[in-house]
């Protein structure tokens, strides 16, 4: 049985964390939606202003995914909660565990910070993970629609 190890990312980390964020794009098919550098990845999860952390899994010593995450807080509970921003696991170690032990890791982090919720997001037609999130208990929210703002219309919106 191989060895699966949670650790808390460091500066260090940053080019392998911009690499699984690449791969994790061409898996979406958004790869050309990364804009993100490294000098970019060290300073917004490094820097000292930085609320948002990382981990990483290995598998025997060898890194095979990722997860970065932050605190969110909602009204309703009067609670922090975590939000999971991407996790990512290499192709040829799905299946071997890291995945769970990813969400496992966080949920520990935000049972023991006691926060209210634990959520992510998934695309719609990603049904592997879609599987994998409601055999571990994960519901979906499909009553609250996602809404963004960025780029242009967000320069222009802050701006008029």
Not at 33 to 58: H, K, M, Q, W
Not at 71 to 84: I, Q
Not at 119 to 144: C, H, M, T
Request: charged share 25%; proline share 3%.
């Amino acid at each position: 049985m191989s060895a699966i190890e949670i650790r808390q990312a460091t500066i260090e980390d940053s080019a392998l964390i911009l690499r699984f964020v690449t791969e994790l794009a061409i898996y979406e098919k958004a790869e050309h939606e990364v804009l993100a550098t490294e000098p970019d990845i060290r300073e917004s999860l490094f820097g000292p202003d930085s609320t948002t952390y990382a981990v990483i899994c290995n598998i025997d010593n060898k890194p095979v995914g990722f997860a970065v995450y932050f605190f969110n807080y909602s009204t309703w509970l009067g609670k922090h909660g975590l939000y999971l921003e991407d996790l990512y696991v290499s192709p040829e170690y799905r299946g071997a565990g890291a995945g769970k032990a990813l969400l496992k890791h966080l949920a520990k982090i935000a049972v023991s910070r006691n926060c209210g919720r634990f959520e992510w997001s998934v695309l719609d037609w990603n049904e592997p993970a879609i599987r994998f999130y409601q055999s571990i208990g994960a519901k979906s929210q499909d009553e609250w629609v996602g809404y963004r703002l960025a780029g242009n219309a967000l320069e222009e919106f802050a701006n008029c």
